[in-house]
């Protein structure tokens, strides 16, 4: 005589609702696992874009730092579109002498700040034709220009001003220093360097304000100071 109380298997409905309840549980791991994921993208794109700007912003100070003065030669200048200084080469001083711009174009139609570096000069022409040549660069940049650009990070806008006397003011209406003519051309590296006066006088200190762009891991206003190292002060 066989037992009433045979086992049975699950019924199709109880299979049904079964495979139901795993696919949700799934569905909802899924949701979570992505999230994370998206969560950690964003949080390492943030990481990075902060990165960014903080080696641009030690780029700038070191370009100010290095500046180096050089007879009837411009060291600094701002003419409401580009900042452009003269320093160094990086790899050893007889390399000559650079010309390094600082400007904001629009990019793929994003405002951009931008750093541009010249090709090492060792004359004066030379040196003279990449400071027209940074100016360029600022307005309409060919191709032989963009080769010499780095995109820092985006920006709306951007503000310079020199400090003289405990002040700061507008670079535009900051007074130069009259020199006498020099007619002997330098060479870097060499020993034809003649005695001047610089073109100008270097400012006490360069304030930089940009306005950064919504939906960046920083935004708004910022400023950074530049304080000339033979002040004593140090950067701020």
């Known amino acids: 005589?066989?037992?009433r109380h045979a086992s049975r298997g699950f019924t199709l409905v109880e299979l049904l609702v079964a495979l139901f309840a795993m696919a949700l549980l799934a569905v909802m791991s899924w949701r979570g696992l992505d999230g994370m994921t998206r969560a950690q993208a964003?949080?390492?794109?943030?990481?990075?874009?902060?990165?960014?700007?903080?080696v641009g912003l030690a780029q700038w100070a070191a370009d100010l730092d290095a500046i180096i003065q050089l007879p009837q030669i411009a060291a600094l200048d701002w003419n409401g579109r580009v900042l452009r200084m003269t320093r160094p080469?990086?790899?050893?001083?007889?390399?000559?002498?650079?010309?390094?711009?600082?400007?904001?174009?629009?990019?793929?139609?994003?405002g951009t700040w931008l750093r541009w570096q010249s090709a090492p000069a060792t004359t004066r022409e030379?040196?003279?034709?990449?400071?027209q040549q940074a100016d360029i660069w600022s307005q309409n940049p060919g191709d032989e220009e963009m080769r010499g650009e780095v995109a820092v990070t985006p920006l709306e806008e951007w503000q310079i001003f020199y400090s003289r006397g405990g002040a700061w003011t507008n670079p535009m209406s900051s007074d130069a220093t009259a020199v006498k003519p020099v007619t002997s051309e330098f060479v870097i590296g060499g020993s034809a360097?003649?005695?001047?006066?610089?073109v100008?006088?270097?400012p006490d200190g360069v304030r930089l304000i940009l306005t950064l762009p919504p939906g960046q891991a920083i935004?708004?206003?910022l400023t950074r100071d530049w304080v000339r190292p033979?002040?004593?002060g140090g950067k701020s």
């Open 1 to 3: 005589m066989k037992s």
């Open 42 to 54: 964003q949080t390492q794109a943030r990481a990075d874009e902060v990165l960014t700007l903080q």
């Open 89 to 110: 080469g990086t790899a050893s001083p007889s390399d000559g002498v650079v010309v390094v711009a600082w400007g904001r174009r629009v990019v793929n139609g994003s």
């Open 126 to 131: 030379q040196l003279q034709q990449a400071w």
């Open 193 to 198: 360097t003649a005695a001047a006066t610089p």
């Open 200 to 202: 100008s006088n270097l």
């Open 219 to 221: 935004s708004g206003k």
């Open 230 to 232: 033979t002040l004593g």
